[in-house]
Protein backbone atom coordinates (compact mmCIF):
# COMPACT_ATOMS: atom_id res chain seq x y z
CA UNK A 1 0.00 0.00 0.00
CA UNK A 2 0.99 3.61 -1.03
CA UNK A 3 1.69 5.72 1.98
CA UNK A 4 0.24 8.82 0.20
CA UNK A 5 -2.52 8.24 -2.72
CA UNK A 6 -3.81 11.67 -4.24
CA UNK A 7 -6.00 11.61 -7.16
CA UNK A 8 -7.69 14.42 -9.32
CA UNK A 9 -7.09 16.68 -6.39
CA UNK A 10 -8.80 19.80 -6.78
CA UNK A 11 -9.17 22.78 -4.41
CA UNK A 12 -10.53 25.87 -4.57
CA UNK A 13 -11.00 29.34 -3.13
CA UNK A 14 -14.28 31.14 -4.27
CA UNK A 15 -13.26 32.05 -8.23
CA UNK A 16 -9.28 30.87 -7.81
CA UNK A 17 -8.56 27.36 -8.51
CA UNK A 18 -5.32 26.86 -5.93
CA UNK A 19 -4.94 22.89 -7.08
CA UNK A 20 -5.86 22.07 -10.21
CA UNK A 21 -6.10 18.20 -10.63
CA UNK A 22 -2.86 16.78 -9.07
CA UNK A 23 -2.36 13.15 -9.24
CA UNK A 24 0.74 11.31 -7.51
CA UNK A 25 1.80 8.38 -5.08
CA UNK A 26 4.17 8.17 -2.40
CA UNK A 27 5.78 5.08 -1.59
CA UNK A 28 6.44 4.01 1.81
CA UNK A 29 10.21 4.95 2.57
CA UNK A 30 10.23 7.20 0.15
CA UNK A 31 11.80 10.75 0.71
CA UNK A 32 8.72 12.52 -1.95
CA UNK A 33 9.97 16.45 -2.61
CA UNK A 34 7.10 18.74 -3.52
CA UNK A 35 9.01 21.98 -5.49
CA UNK A 36 7.45 24.98 -6.91
CA UNK A 37 7.18 28.47 -6.43
CA UNK A 38 5.44 30.49 -3.92
CA UNK A 39 1.59 30.66 -5.12
CA UNK A 40 1.94 27.06 -7.03
CA UNK A 41 -0.45 25.26 -5.05
CA UNK A 42 1.96 23.60 -2.72
CA UNK A 43 1.03 24.31 1.11
CA UNK A 44 -2.27 23.97 0.25
CA UNK A 45 -1.76 21.16 -1.57
CA UNK A 46 0.22 19.55 1.84
CA UNK A 47 -2.18 21.01 4.30
CA UNK A 48 -5.11 19.18 2.54
CA UNK A 49 -3.12 15.89 3.19
CA UNK A 50 -1.88 17.10 6.74
CA UNK A 51 -6.22 17.40 7.42
CA UNK A 52 -5.74 21.00 7.47
CA UNK A 53 -7.92 22.06 4.72
CA UNK A 54 -10.51 20.51 3.24
CA UNK A 55 -10.62 19.11 -0.48
CA UNK A 56 -12.99 20.38 -2.83
CA UNK A 57 -12.84 17.63 -5.56
CA UNK A 58 -10.41 14.14 -5.65
CA UNK A 59 -9.28 11.36 -3.72
CA UNK A 60 -7.00 11.73 -0.47
CA UNK A 61 -5.72 8.61 1.21
CA UNK A 62 -2.87 8.80 3.68
CA UNK A 63 -1.46 5.70 5.01
CA UNK A 64 -4.61 4.40 3.98
CA UNK A 65 -7.03 6.89 5.73
CA UNK A 66 -8.56 9.95 4.55
CA UNK A 67 -7.17 13.25 5.96
CA UNK A 68 -10.07 14.94 5.95
CA UNK A 69 -12.10 12.99 8.64
CA UNK A 70 -9.49 13.70 11.32
CA UNK A 71 -9.01 10.26 12.09
CA UNK A 72 -6.73 9.74 15.48
CA UNK A 73 -5.31 7.06 14.18
CA UNK A 74 -4.15 8.71 11.27
CA UNK A 75 -2.87 11.65 13.85
CA UNK A 76 -1.04 9.12 16.33
CA UNK A 77 1.38 8.17 12.60
CA UNK A 78 1.97 10.91 10.58
CA UNK A 79 4.40 13.55 12.40
CA UNK A 80 4.15 17.36 10.80
CA UNK A 81 6.58 19.81 10.70
CA UNK A 82 4.55 23.20 9.92
CA UNK A 83 6.41 26.08 8.27
CA UNK A 84 5.98 28.89 11.12
CA UNK A 85 4.24 27.23 14.34
CA UNK A 86 4.74 28.06 17.19
CA UNK A 87 5.04 26.59 21.08
CA UNK A 88 4.37 27.05 24.11
CA UNK A 89 7.53 29.65 25.25
CA UNK A 90 6.98 29.20 29.05
CA UNK A 91 7.88 25.42 29.05
CA UNK A 92 11.30 24.01 28.24
CA UNK A 93 12.26 21.41 25.58
CA UNK A 94 12.37 18.53 27.80
CA UNK A 95 8.72 19.30 29.08
CA UNK A 96 7.65 19.92 25.37
CA UNK A 97 8.75 16.72 24.20
CA UNK A 98 7.32 15.18 27.47
CA UNK A 99 4.08 17.11 27.02
CA UNK A 100 3.35 16.23 23.09
CA UNK A 101 4.99 12.41 23.82
CA UNK A 102 1.91 12.09 26.05
CA UNK A 103 -0.61 12.44 23.01
CA UNK A 104 0.89 9.52 21.45
CA UNK A 105 0.37 5.81 22.49
CA UNK A 106 3.69 4.71 20.68
CA UNK A 107 6.15 7.30 21.78
CA UNK A 108 10.59 7.31 21.21
CA UNK A 109 12.14 8.39 24.41
CA UNK A 110 12.82 12.01 24.80
CA UNK A 111 16.51 12.03 25.44
CA UNK A 112 16.88 9.94 22.26
CA UNK A 113 15.00 12.75 20.58
CA UNK A 114 16.68 15.61 22.00
CA UNK A 115 20.11 13.79 20.96
CA UNK A 116 18.90 13.56 17.94
CA UNK A 117 17.77 17.05 16.56
CA UNK A 118 21.33 18.07 18.54
CA UNK A 119 19.71 19.92 21.80
CA UNK A 120 21.14 18.22 24.24
CA UNK A 121 22.34 21.05 26.00
CA UNK A 122 19.10 23.43 25.74
CA UNK A 123 16.72 20.43 27.74
CA UNK A 124 16.33 22.99 30.16
CA UNK A 125 15.97 26.06 28.44
CA UNK A 126 12.35 27.58 28.29
CA UNK A 127 11.19 27.64 24.38
CA UNK A 128 10.95 31.09 24.22
CA UNK A 129 14.50 31.15 24.19
CA UNK A 130 15.81 29.40 21.59
CA UNK A 131 17.27 30.64 18.69
CA UNK A 132 15.39 30.89 15.35
CA UNK A 133 17.69 27.60 14.23
CA UNK A 134 16.72 25.69 17.34
CA UNK A 135 13.29 26.27 17.37
CA UNK A 136 13.17 24.58 14.17
CA UNK A 137 15.36 21.74 15.48
CA UNK A 138 12.41 21.41 18.40
CA UNK A 139 9.75 21.22 15.63
CA UNK A 140 11.30 18.46 13.95
CA UNK A 141 11.65 16.86 17.53
CA UNK A 142 7.66 17.33 18.42
CA UNK A 143 7.05 15.76 15.21
CA UNK A 144 8.77 12.79 15.95
CA UNK A 145 7.61 12.70 19.57
CA UNK A 146 5.13 9.42 18.19
CA UNK A 147 7.21 7.74 16.49
CA UNK A 148 5.74 8.59 12.98
CA UNK A 149 5.31 6.29 9.74
CA UNK A 150 4.70 9.50 7.93
CA UNK A 151 6.87 12.93 8.47
CA UNK A 152 5.73 16.31 6.62
CA UNK A 153 8.41 18.53 6.46
CA UNK A 154 7.23 21.97 5.60
CA UNK A 155 10.62 23.87 4.21
CA UNK A 156 12.24 22.35 6.80
CA UNK A 157 15.40 24.14 6.73
CA UNK A 158 13.90 28.31 5.81
CA UNK A 159 15.85 30.27 7.65
CA UNK A 160 18.83 28.19 8.36
CA UNK A 161 22.90 29.00 8.21
CA UNK A 162 24.56 26.45 5.85
CA UNK A 163 25.82 24.17 8.32
CA UNK A 164 22.62 24.07 10.17
CA UNK A 165 20.96 22.90 7.25
CA UNK A 166 23.94 20.23 6.12
CA UNK A 167 22.65 18.71 10.02
CA UNK A 168 19.20 19.13 9.29
CA UNK A 169 19.86 16.78 5.85
CA UNK A 170 21.95 14.37 8.24
CA UNK A 171 18.80 14.18 10.38
CA UNK A 172 16.26 13.30 7.36
CA UNK A 173 18.69 10.88 6.40
CA UNK A 174 18.97 9.24 9.30
CA UNK A 175 15.08 9.24 9.43
CA UNK A 176 15.51 7.44 5.85
CA UNK A 177 17.23 5.03 7.63
CA UNK A 178 14.83 4.50 10.34
CA UNK A 179 12.14 3.67 7.11
CA UNK A 180 9.93 6.53 7.30
CA UNK A 181 8.10 8.19 4.55
CA UNK A 182 9.05 11.79 4.32
CA UNK A 183 7.02 14.56 1.99
CA UNK A 184 9.14 17.55 1.49
CA UNK A 185 8.25 20.77 0.29
CA UNK A 186 11.52 23.21 -0.13
CA UNK A 187 12.71 26.26 -2.35
CA UNK A 188 15.85 24.86 -2.50
CA UNK A 189 17.30 22.88 -5.48
CA UNK A 190 19.75 21.29 -3.73
CA UNK A 191 17.89 20.16 -0.72
CA UNK A 192 15.38 18.11 -3.13
CA UNK A 193 18.88 17.56 -5.12
CA UNK A 194 20.38 15.66 -2.00
CA UNK A 195 17.03 14.51 0.01
CA UNK A 196 14.11 13.47 -2.65
CA UNK A 197 14.23 9.99 -4.62
CA UNK A 198 11.25 11.86 -6.50
CA UNK A 199 10.56 15.00 -7.02
CA UNK A 200 7.21 16.64 -8.59
CA UNK A 201 7.23 20.42 -9.46
CA UNK A 202 4.36 22.38 -9.37
CA UNK A 203 2.96 25.13 -11.26
CA UNK A 204 0.06 27.11 -11.02
CA UNK A 205 -1.64 23.95 -9.39
CA UNK A 206 -0.50 21.35 -11.18
CA UNK A 207 2.27 19.22 -11.14
CA UNK A 208 3.72 19.79 -14.46
CA UNK A 209 7.00 17.06 -13.70
CA UNK A 210 7.24 14.20 -11.47
CA UNK A 211 10.40 11.98 -11.09
CA UNK A 212 13.65 11.42 -9.76
CA UNK A 213 16.10 14.36 -9.29
CA UNK A 214 18.54 13.04 -11.82
CA UNK A 215 15.75 12.45 -14.75
CA UNK A 216 13.33 15.32 -13.89
CA UNK A 217 12.13 17.29 -16.98
CA UNK A 218 14.50 14.74 -19.30
CA UNK A 219 17.69 16.33 -17.45
CA UNK A 220 19.75 12.84 -17.80
CA UNK A 221 19.20 13.07 -21.54
CA UNK A 222 19.85 16.74 -22.02
CA UNK A 223 22.81 17.85 -23.42
CA UNK A 224 26.04 18.43 -21.67
CA UNK A 225 27.84 21.79 -22.06
CA UNK A 226 31.48 22.27 -21.98
CA UNK A 227 33.06 25.25 -21.35
CA UNK A 228 36.83 26.50 -21.54
CA UNK A 229 38.79 29.35 -22.65
CA UNK A 230 40.87 29.58 -25.16
CA UNK A 231 43.99 31.60 -25.66
CA UNK A 232 43.64 34.52 -27.56
CA UNK A 233 46.46 33.40 -30.33
CA UNK A 234 44.07 30.47 -31.06
CA UNK A 235 40.54 30.68 -33.07
CA UNK A 236 37.52 28.18 -32.88
CA UNK A 237 38.46 26.40 -36.26
CA UNK A 238 41.76 24.99 -35.05
CA UNK A 239 39.76 22.77 -32.61
CA UNK A 240 39.19 19.57 -33.41
CA UNK A 241 35.86 18.31 -35.15
CA UNK A 242 33.57 16.75 -32.11
CA UNK A 243 30.29 15.99 -32.22
CA UNK A 244 28.21 19.27 -30.84
CA UNK A 245 24.86 20.56 -31.08
CA UNK A 246 26.13 23.75 -30.84
CA UNK A 247 29.70 25.19 -30.55
CA UNK A 248 30.03 29.21 -29.78
CA UNK A 249 32.83 31.65 -28.67
CA UNK A 250 31.98 34.62 -26.58
CA UNK A 251 35.04 36.60 -26.08
CA UNK A 252 37.42 33.47 -25.33
CA UNK A 253 34.65 31.65 -24.00
CA UNK A 254 33.74 28.66 -25.39
CA UNK A 255 30.75 26.60 -24.90
CA UNK A 256 29.73 23.49 -26.70
CA UNK A 257 26.64 22.16 -26.52
CA UNK A 258 27.00 18.29 -26.85
CA UNK A 259 25.08 14.68 -26.11
CA UNK A 260 28.47 13.07 -26.17
CA UNK A 261 30.14 14.11 -23.25
CA UNK A 262 32.89 11.98 -22.78
CA UNK A 263 33.80 11.41 -26.71
CA UNK A 264 34.14 15.55 -26.83
CA UNK A 265 35.95 15.62 -23.68
CA UNK A 266 38.21 13.36 -24.33
CA UNK A 267 39.08 14.99 -28.04
CA UNK A 268 39.68 18.39 -26.98
CA UNK A 269 41.45 17.66 -24.14
CA UNK A 270 44.20 15.37 -26.26
CA UNK A 271 43.90 18.03 -28.90
CA UNK A 272 45.05 20.72 -26.12
CA UNK A 273 47.67 18.70 -24.66
CA UNK A 274 49.28 17.51 -28.01
CA UNK A 275 49.19 21.79 -29.20
CA UNK A 276 50.30 22.46 -25.54
CA UNK A 277 47.15 24.69 -25.49
CA UNK A 278 46.28 25.93 -22.20
CA UNK A 279 42.09 25.28 -21.43
CA UNK A 280 41.57 27.65 -18.86
CA UNK A 281 38.77 27.09 -16.16
CA UNK A 282 37.24 23.91 -18.31
CA UNK A 283 34.48 22.42 -17.43
CA UNK A 284 31.62 19.55 -18.35
CA UNK A 285 28.75 20.10 -16.67
CA UNK A 286 25.40 18.28 -17.15
CA UNK A 287 21.74 21.04 -16.65
CA UNK A 288 21.44 21.05 -12.96
CA UNK A 289 18.18 20.78 -11.32
CA UNK A 290 17.91 24.63 -10.75
CA UNK A 291 17.99 24.99 -14.37
CA UNK A 292 15.31 22.07 -15.64
CA UNK A 293 13.40 23.62 -12.76
CA UNK A 294 13.53 27.43 -13.64
CA UNK A 295 12.56 26.13 -17.08
CA UNK A 296 9.73 24.60 -15.98
CA UNK A 297 8.67 26.83 -13.81
CA UNK A 298 8.55 29.79 -16.75
CA UNK A 299 11.90 31.02 -16.51
CA UNK A 300 11.78 33.05 -13.82
CA UNK A 301 10.81 31.93 -10.41
CA UNK A 302 10.29 35.11 -8.81
CA UNK A 303 8.04 35.86 -11.72
CA UNK A 304 5.92 33.21 -11.28
CA UNK A 305 5.26 33.74 -7.57
CA UNK A 306 4.61 37.19 -7.98
CA UNK A 307 1.75 36.53 -10.31
CA UNK A 308 -0.20 34.54 -7.89
CA UNK A 309 0.96 36.69 -4.99
CA UNK A 310 -2.50 38.18 -4.86
CA UNK A 311 -4.30 34.88 -4.14
CA UNK A 312 -1.80 33.25 -2.42
CA UNK A 313 -2.43 30.57 -0.40
CA UNK A 314 1.26 29.47 -0.12
CA UNK A 315 4.77 30.22 1.69
CA UNK A 316 5.09 33.75 1.44
CA UNK A 317 1.57 35.18 2.14
CA UNK A 318 1.79 33.23 5.48
CA UNK A 319 5.26 34.18 6.41
CA UNK A 320 4.06 37.90 5.64
CA UNK A 321 1.01 37.64 7.96
CA UNK A 322 2.92 36.22 10.91
CA UNK A 323 4.90 39.34 11.51
CA UNK B 1 -11.95 3.63 17.51
CA UNK B 2 -9.86 3.92 20.89
CA UNK B 3 -10.85 7.10 21.99
CA UNK B 4 -14.68 5.64 22.53
CA UNK B 5 -13.36 2.59 24.74
CA UNK B 6 -13.81 2.95 28.32
CA UNK B 7 -10.02 2.56 28.68
CA UNK B 8 -9.71 5.03 26.19
CA UNK B 9 -11.97 7.85 27.79
CA UNK B 10 -10.18 7.25 30.97
CA UNK B 11 -6.76 7.50 29.00
CA UNK B 12 -7.81 11.07 27.80
CA UNK B 13 -9.16 11.92 30.61
CA UNK B 14 -5.59 11.90 31.90
CA UNK B 15 -4.80 13.93 29.23
CA UNK B 16 -6.88 16.62 29.88
CA UNK B 17 -5.57 16.73 33.62
CA UNK B 18 -1.90 16.42 32.83
CA UNK B 19 -2.65 18.94 30.38
CA UNK B 20 -4.00 21.34 33.32
CA UNK B 21 -0.83 20.42 34.80
CA UNK B 22 1.44 22.21 32.17
CA UNK B 23 -0.69 24.84 31.53
CA UNK B 24 -0.16 25.68 34.95
CA UNK B 25 3.45 25.45 35.03
CA UNK B 26 3.41 27.92 31.66
CA UNK B 27 0.70 29.94 33.35
CA UNK B 28 2.52 31.10 36.46
CA UNK B 29 6.34 31.21 34.39
CA UNK B 30 5.03 33.59 32.97
CA UNK B 31 5.35 36.96 35.25
CA UNK B 32 3.61 39.64 33.54
CA UNK B 33 0.50 37.43 33.07
CA UNK B 34 0.13 35.75 36.35
CA UNK B 35 0.12 39.58 37.49
CA UNK B 36 -2.50 41.11 35.47
CA UNK B 37 -4.63 37.63 35.92
CA UNK B 38 -3.64 36.82 39.66
CA UNK B 39 -2.08 39.39 41.33
CA UNK B 40 -3.93 42.08 39.81
CA UNK B 41 -7.17 41.99 41.75
CA UNK B 42 -5.22 40.99 45.25
CA UNK B 43 -3.55 44.10 44.88
CA UNK B 44 -7.37 46.06 44.32
CA UNK B 45 -8.53 44.85 46.84
CA UNK B 46 -5.50 45.28 49.74
CA UNK B 47 -5.60 49.09 48.21
CA UNK B 48 -9.46 50.12 48.43
CA UNK B 49 -9.95 48.54 51.24
CA UNK B 50 -7.41 50.46 53.23
CA UNK B 51 -8.79 53.34 51.69
CA UNK B 52 -12.30 52.93 52.68
CA UNK B 53 -12.46 50.33 54.75
CA UNK B 54 -13.95 52.80 57.83
CA UNK B 55 -16.56 53.62 55.54
CA UNK B 56 -20.43 52.49 55.16
CA UNK B 57 -22.52 52.73 52.03
CA UNK B 58 -25.53 54.92 53.48
CA UNK B 59 -27.69 53.74 50.88
CA UNK B 60 -27.61 49.93 51.62
CA UNK B 61 -28.69 51.16 55.31
CA UNK B 62 -24.97 51.07 56.44
CA UNK B 63 -23.12 48.08 55.17
CA UNK B 64 -19.60 48.61 55.84
CA UNK B 65 -17.82 49.49 52.36
CA UNK B 66 -15.73 46.29 52.98
CA UNK B 67 -18.24 43.57 52.78
CA UNK B 68 -19.34 45.61 49.41
CA UNK B 69 -16.27 45.41 48.00
CA UNK B 70 -14.73 42.28 48.59
CA UNK B 71 -17.27 40.32 46.26
CA UNK B 72 -17.21 43.12 44.40
CA UNK B 73 -13.21 42.48 43.64
CA UNK B 74 -13.47 38.77 43.52
CA UNK B 75 -16.22 39.41 40.88
CA UNK B 76 -12.95 41.19 39.27
CA UNK B 77 -10.73 38.85 39.89
CA UNK B 78 -13.14 36.25 38.48
CA UNK B 79 -12.99 37.91 35.05
CA UNK B 80 -9.45 38.54 35.16
CA UNK B 81 -8.91 34.75 35.89
CA UNK B 82 -10.69 33.58 33.49
CA UNK B 83 -12.20 35.58 30.76
CA UNK B 84 -9.13 37.74 30.44
CA UNK B 85 -6.59 35.07 31.04
CA UNK B 86 -8.43 32.56 28.64
CA UNK B 87 -8.67 35.27 25.74
CA UNK B 88 -5.90 37.06 26.18
CA UNK B 89 -3.12 33.39 25.87
CA UNK B 90 -5.90 31.88 23.32
CA UNK B 91 -5.36 35.01 21.25
CA UNK B 92 -1.64 34.59 21.36
CA UNK B 93 -1.97 30.69 20.99
CA UNK B 94 -3.85 31.32 17.93
CA UNK B 95 -1.43 33.61 16.32
CA UNK B 96 1.69 31.71 17.08
CA UNK B 97 0.48 28.68 15.25
CA UNK B 98 0.39 27.08 18.64
CA UNK B 99 -3.47 25.78 18.28
CA UNK B 100 -2.65 24.45 14.93
CA UNK B 101 0.13 22.26 15.93
CA UNK B 102 -1.80 21.08 18.72
CA UNK B 103 -4.97 19.94 15.88
CA UNK B 104 -2.40 18.07 14.59
CA UNK B 105 -1.67 16.14 17.55
CA UNK B 106 -3.67 12.71 18.68
CA UNK B 107 -4.82 15.19 21.68
CA UNK B 108 -8.54 15.27 21.55
CA UNK B 109 -9.56 18.70 21.44
CA UNK B 110 -11.70 18.34 24.11
CA UNK B 111 -8.69 17.38 26.02
CA UNK B 112 -6.96 20.12 25.38
CA UNK B 113 -10.03 22.60 25.87
CA UNK B 114 -10.64 20.72 29.05
CA UNK B 115 -7.11 21.10 30.20
CA UNK B 116 -6.94 24.86 29.53
CA UNK B 117 -10.23 25.55 31.49
CA UNK B 118 -9.24 23.24 34.25
CA UNK B 119 -6.04 24.86 34.52
CA UNK B 120 -7.54 28.30 34.57
CA UNK B 121 -10.09 27.29 37.37
CA UNK B 122 -7.07 26.66 39.35
CA UNK B 123 -6.05 29.69 39.25
CA UNK B 124 -9.41 31.20 39.42
CA UNK B 125 -9.63 29.30 42.81
CA UNK B 126 -6.23 29.92 44.63
CA UNK B 127 -7.10 33.60 43.62
CA UNK B 128 -10.61 33.26 45.02
CA UNK B 129 -9.05 31.50 48.38
CA UNK B 130 -6.76 34.46 48.79
CA UNK B 131 -9.17 36.92 48.61
CA UNK B 132 -11.33 35.30 50.98
CA UNK B 133 -8.08 35.12 53.51
CA UNK B 134 -6.81 38.30 53.22
CA UNK B 135 -10.24 39.85 53.32
CA UNK B 136 -10.93 37.66 56.63
CA UNK B 137 -7.98 38.60 58.54
CA UNK B 138 -7.24 41.83 57.32
CA UNK B 139 -10.47 43.55 56.83
CA UNK B 140 -12.30 41.03 59.13
CA UNK B 141 -15.02 40.16 56.16
CA UNK B 142 -16.74 37.58 56.58
CA UNK B 143 -18.19 34.72 54.67
CA UNK B 144 -21.46 33.50 56.39
CA UNK B 145 -22.56 29.53 56.37
CA UNK B 146 -25.72 30.03 55.39
CA UNK B 147 -25.24 32.14 52.64
CA UNK B 148 -22.15 29.50 51.25
CA UNK B 149 -24.61 28.25 48.36
CA UNK B 150 -25.15 31.05 46.95
CA UNK B 151 -22.10 32.18 46.75
CA UNK B 152 -20.53 28.98 45.58
CA UNK B 153 -23.53 29.02 43.07
CA UNK B 154 -22.42 32.44 41.81
CA UNK B 155 -18.73 32.05 41.80
CA UNK B 156 -18.97 28.72 39.52
CA UNK B 157 -21.76 30.09 37.21
CA UNK B 158 -20.03 33.34 36.93
CA UNK B 159 -16.41 31.57 36.39
CA UNK B 160 -17.81 29.28 33.77
CA UNK B 161 -19.79 31.94 32.00
CA UNK B 162 -16.20 33.94 31.71
CA UNK B 163 -14.17 31.46 31.06
CA UNK B 164 -16.67 30.26 27.71
CA UNK B 165 -17.13 34.22 27.33
CA UNK B 166 -13.31 34.47 27.05
CA UNK B 167 -12.83 31.81 24.70
CA UNK B 168 -15.89 32.70 22.71
CA UNK B 169 -14.52 36.53 22.24
CA UNK B 170 -11.28 35.21 20.75
CA UNK B 171 -13.20 34.35 17.06
CA UNK B 172 -13.81 38.27 16.99
CA UNK B 173 -10.31 39.45 18.30
CA UNK B 174 -8.34 39.64 14.80
CA UNK B 175 -4.68 39.52 16.82
CA UNK B 176 -2.86 38.69 19.74
CA UNK B 177 -1.90 42.61 20.13
CA UNK B 178 -5.53 43.83 20.16
CA UNK B 179 -6.61 41.39 22.11
CA UNK B 180 -5.87 43.65 25.86
CA UNK B 181 -7.82 46.74 23.94
CA UNK B 182 -10.69 44.86 23.21
CA UNK B 183 -11.70 43.30 26.32
CA UNK B 184 -10.55 46.38 28.64
CA UNK B 185 -12.99 47.99 25.83
CA UNK B 186 -15.64 45.06 26.75
CA UNK B 187 -15.36 44.68 30.54
CA UNK B 188 -13.79 47.76 31.99
CA UNK B 189 -17.10 49.94 31.54
CA UNK B 190 -19.17 47.62 32.66
CA UNK B 191 -17.47 47.54 35.76
CA UNK B 192 -18.06 50.76 36.76
CA UNK B 193 -21.69 50.59 36.42
CA UNK B 194 -22.35 47.24 37.66
CA UNK B 195 -21.01 48.01 41.31
CA UNK B 196 -17.59 46.47 41.20
CA UNK B 197 -15.68 49.38 42.28
CA UNK B 198 -18.77 51.68 44.43
CA UNK B 199 -22.49 51.41 44.94
CA UNK B 200 -24.77 51.67 41.30
CA UNK B 201 -27.19 52.65 44.03
CA UNK B 202 -27.05 56.98 42.90
CA UNK B 203 -26.90 56.11 39.04
CA UNK B 204 -29.54 56.90 36.60
CA UNK B 205 -31.59 54.03 36.40
CA UNK B 206 -31.29 53.47 32.66
CA UNK B 207 -27.68 52.94 33.29
CA UNK B 208 -28.48 50.45 35.85
CA UNK B 209 -30.72 48.72 33.26
CA UNK B 210 -27.79 48.33 30.59
CA UNK B 211 -25.79 46.78 33.02
CA UNK B 212 -28.20 44.62 34.76
CA UNK B 213 -28.20 43.23 30.91
CA UNK B 214 -24.60 42.09 31.01
CA UNK B 215 -22.59 39.08 33.44
CA UNK B 216 -20.21 41.47 35.37
CA UNK B 217 -23.32 43.29 37.15
CA UNK B 218 -25.30 39.34 37.75
CA UNK B 219 -21.67 38.07 38.75
CA UNK B 220 -20.82 40.95 41.21
CA UNK B 221 -24.36 41.47 42.49
CA UNK B 222 -24.58 37.85 43.16
CA UNK B 223 -21.51 37.80 45.11
CA UNK B 224 -22.22 40.68 47.23
CA UNK B 225 -26.21 39.13 47.81
CA UNK B 226 -24.10 36.01 49.36
CA UNK B 227 -21.89 38.43 51.71
CA UNK B 228 -24.03 41.25 52.46
CA UNK B 229 -24.71 40.54 55.93
CA UNK B 230 -28.54 41.51 56.56
CA UNK B 231 -29.56 38.90 53.16
CA UNK B 232 -31.44 36.33 54.26
CA UNK B 233 -31.99 32.41 52.84
CA UNK B 234 -29.76 30.28 50.81
CA UNK B 235 -27.65 33.56 49.69
CA UNK B 236 -29.25 33.45 45.62
CA UNK B 237 -30.91 36.18 43.80
CA UNK B 238 -32.48 34.31 41.00
CA UNK B 239 -32.40 36.80 38.33
CA UNK B 240 -28.55 36.92 38.83
CA UNK B 241 -28.18 33.32 38.47
CA UNK B 242 -30.74 33.28 35.17
CA UNK B 243 -28.53 35.87 33.83
CA UNK B 244 -25.76 34.32 34.52
CA UNK B 245 -27.12 31.00 33.15
CA UNK B 246 -28.39 32.75 29.56
CA UNK B 247 -24.74 34.13 29.16
CA UNK B 248 -23.52 31.16 29.81
CA UNK B 249 -25.34 29.86 27.49
CA UNK B 250 -23.72 32.55 24.82
CA UNK B 251 -19.99 31.80 26.35
CA UNK B 252 -20.77 28.24 24.87
CA UNK B 253 -22.38 29.26 21.57
CA UNK B 254 -19.19 31.67 20.73
CA UNK B 255 -16.85 28.61 21.61
CA UNK B 256 -18.27 26.54 20.10
CA UNK B 257 -18.36 28.77 16.72
CA UNK B 258 -14.59 29.54 17.28
CA UNK B 259 -13.17 26.26 17.62
CA UNK B 260 -14.74 25.09 14.44
CA UNK B 261 -13.13 28.13 12.84
CA UNK B 262 -10.68 26.39 10.86
CA UNK B 263 -6.99 27.24 11.56
CA UNK B 264 -5.68 26.38 8.03
CA UNK B 265 -7.42 27.95 5.57
CA UNK B 266 -7.03 32.13 5.16
Known sequence: MSAIEVSGLRKRYGDLEAVRGVSFEVAPGEVFCLLGPNGAGKTTTTEILEGYRTRSDGEVRVLGLDPAGGARELRERVGIVLQSCGVQDDLTVGELIEMYGRYHRRRRSGGELIELVGLDAKSDTRAGRLSGGQRRRLDLALALVGDPDLVFLDEPTTGFDPQARRHAWATIRALCGLGKTIFLTTHFMDEAQTLADRVAVMRAGEIIALGPPAELGGRDARPAEIRFELPAATSLDELPDVPALERTIDRGRVLIRTAEAVAATARITAWALEHDVDLAQFSVTQPTLEDVYLELTGGDASAAGDASAAADTDGAGEVEADR | ?266
Not at chain 2, 70 to 99: E, M, W
Not at chain 2, 225 to 230: C, E, G, I, K
Request: charged share 10%.
Open chain 2, 1 to 266: MSGSSPSGVRRDIALAAWQAIYEQRAFWRNRARAFFAFLMPIMFLVIFASIFGNQTISTRSGLPYNDFFVPGILAYGVIATTFFNIAVSTAILRDKGVLKRMQGTPLPHWAYLAGRVASAAVTTLAMTVLVLVIARIGYNVHLRGATLAGFFVALVLGSACFTALGIGIVGFIRNADAAPAVLNFAILPLTFISGVWFTTDNQPSWLRHIAEVFPVHALADGLQYAFNPSTTGSGIRGSDALTLAIWLAVGVALMVRFMRQPLGED
